[in-house]
């Protein structure tokens, strides 16, 4: 196995490449919707579109695409994919909700005891929504497709 190999996976660096794009596209719509440049957004979890989603999708589609989908490895690269896409609107959007509680009840504390109380708040925007979760899988598809149909 060579170095030479890993940079001429060109399913990896598809995978890779949709989730870069699906970041990109988070901090876009924060200027566009929110009107605030917030750049930060391209390292944070959450968000439209996920791009956890937009990966395994991406992967799914590059190996779909040229390995078949009868293939062993398109089967685990889908399997795979479930977990990831279950994952992002199940468990962990569920934890983004329990946090979003737990500040609320921090706040309602600070202001009963407020003396010395100074907790910091939870990060909120751990999972995603379903909206969230299906754009980032659609562009992880278009990914796949461009890189291995398109520009094949």
């Not at 170095?3 to 001429?8: E, G, N, P, V």
């Not at 889908?78 to 934890?95: E, K, L, Q």
């Not at 329990?98 to 500040?103: D, E, P």
């Not at 005891?113 to 929504?129: D, N, Q, Y």
């Amino acid at each position: 196995m060579q170095l030479s190999d890993l940079l001429h996976n060109r399913w990896l660096w598809t995978a890779m490449v949709a989730s870069l794009s699906a970041q990109l596209v988070k901090v876009f719509l924060i200027l566009l919707l929110e009107r605030r440049w917030r750049p930060e957004a391209f390292m944070e979890t959450g968000g439209m579109p996920s791009s956890h989603s937009a990966m395994v999708a991406a992967l799914s589609t590059g190996v779909a695409l040229t390995q078949g989908l009868s293939s062993p490895l398109f089967a685990a690269c889908a399997v795979f994919a479930s977990i990831i896409i279950y994952d992002a609107t199940g468990v962990r959007h569920s934890s983004g909700v329990q946090a979003k509680l737990l500040n609320e009840l921090l706040t309602e504390l600070r202001d009963v005891v407020r003396e010395g109380f100074a907790p910091k708040p939870i990060k909120v925007l751990l999972g995603h929504t379903y909206l969230e979760v299906f754009v980032g899988t659609l562009l992880g598809i278009f990914a796949g497709w461009l890189a291995f149909r398109v520009l094949g």
